[in-house]
């Protein structure tokens, strides 16, 4: 599979930092040709973006989270990672990795992962 | 923030029609140097993350089937889908990635 989604915990308390990992296939972690993203889906709602990282460590944000998020990768593990501090119950939701095409600052997403989801409670 | 707005909610098709669903761009997604829109459609089946229908509004993911078309350009875009199938039954986003953040339409459910 292309994006496996790791463990992570499913719950997290509020105001603590929510931590997930997106292992990728070794044959296009590097590769110019794709970006990788983070979007998150409340329960029975949309999808919203969180933001995206290229394969040599540029990073687009989504600015109503941007206070909040990190993301990063790290081609040699083979994986990119998401964190997003001070968590509220607003931040309870499904959340995906996934694969992305043309532009980090403006591409779609041909593969996602299963997604996690993620309650945070007090 | 570009915003997205999907009609209808909710759509019941019989199986063997078409279904038509729309997406509504409050800014254009034409890029006027390259006459393309920047618009995705994907489709969500309970339990499933989305997978990828079309980009560019029209072109097809590879392994799509052709009776799922992308038409429309600017601000109004359309996704119909030809000859329903039992396994359609699913929710429809649009995706916009002209502007940032990326953003996407509230979805359209499609059932028989």
């Known amino acids: 599979q292309l994006l496996v989604q790791d463990s992570g915990p499913g719950m997290v308390k509020t105001s603590e930092t929510l931590s997930l990992t997106c292992n990728v296939s070794?044959?296009?972690?590097?590769?110019?040709?794709?970006?990788w993203g983070w979007i998150r889906q409340s329960p029975g709602k949309g999808l919203d973006w969180i933001g995206s990282?290229?394969?040599?460590?540029?990073?687009l944000l989504n600015a109503s989270l941007k206070s909040r998020v990190s993301i990063s990768i790290d081609t040699s593990e083979n994986h990119f990672s998401l964190h997003l501090s001070s968590v509220t119950a607003a931040d309870t939701a499904i959340y995906y990795c996934?694969?992305?095409?043309?532009?980090?600052?403006?591409?779609?997403?041909?593969?996602w992962g299963l997604g996690k989801l993620v309650t945070v409670s007090s | 923030d570009v915003v997205l707005t999907q009609s209808p909610d909710y759509l019941a098709v019989s199986l063997g029609e078409r279904a038509t669903i729309n997406c509504k761009s409050s800014?254009?997604?034409?890029?006027?140097?390259?006459?393309?829109?920047?618009l995705a459609w994907y489709q969500q089946k309970p339990g499933q993350p989305p997978k990828l229908l079309l980009y560019w509004a029209s072109t097809r993911e590879s392994g799509v089937p052709d009776r799922f078309s992308g038409s429309g350009s600017g601000t109004d875009f359309t996704l119909a889908i030809n000859t329903l199938q039992a396994e359609d039954v699913a929710i429809y986003f649009c995706?916009?990635?002209?502007?940032?953040?990326?953003?996407f339409g509230g979805g359209t459910r499609v059932e028989i």
């Open positions: 800014q254009s997604l034409l890029y006027r140097s390259t006459y393309k829109d920047y």
């Open positions: 996934a694969r992305g095409r043309y532009l980090i600052e403006g591409g779609w997403f041909d593969s």
């Open positions: 990282v290229s394969y040599n460590g540029n990073t």
């Open positions: 995706q916009q990635y002209y502007y940032t953040p990326l953003t």
């Open positions: 070794a044959a296009f972690i590097r590769s110019s040709s794709f970006f």
